[in-house]
């Protein structure tokens, strides 16, 4: 994948999960993993892609905007600086993370390094 096409996948991904879009983020996230894709909350398991994706929405779609900061890539990989902003009981909290794209033989493989507040 060109870096171009790989960059702009990866800011679509935020634009749709914004704009509450999950079944394209999923297509998207199929046409960039053809062969599967797994998310990884760095310090934790991998979980299968559509799962994770699906507690993730459970929690924070719609609610919760993710707006990238900066995004780079070289090749198959590609980096994401984002601030997350998160609706708590004691208002909104911005929660900053840095999160990582792999494709390779054909799975999608990202990476989630954050702080989960205490």
Same mark, same amino acid.
């Given at each position: 994948m060109k870096d171009e096409i790989f960059k702009q996948a990866i800011e679509d991904n935020y634009r749709l999960w914004n704009e509450n879009k999950i079944d394209d983020l999923l297509a998207l996230f199929d046409k960039m993993g053809p062969e599967g894709f797994t998310i990884e909350y760095v310090g934790q398991? &991998? =979980?299968? +892609? !559509? !799962?994770?994706?699906?507690d993730m929405w459970a929690q924070y779609g719609g609610k919760s905007p993710a707006k990238p900061q900066l995004v780079l890539v070289n090749g198959n990989e590609g980096a994401a600086y984002v601030l997350n902003y =998160?609706?708590?009981? !004691? +208002? *909104?909290? =911005? @929660? &900053?993370? @840095? *999160?990582?794209?792999k494709v390779e033989d054909g799975k999608l493989t990202i990476r989630y390094y954050h702080n989960i507040p205490e």
């Open positions: 398991e &991998p =979980v299968e +892609g !559509k !799962k994770a994706i699906a =998160v609706q708590t009981d !004691k +208002g *909104e909290m =911005v @929660l &900053p993370s @840095l *999160e990582t794209y």
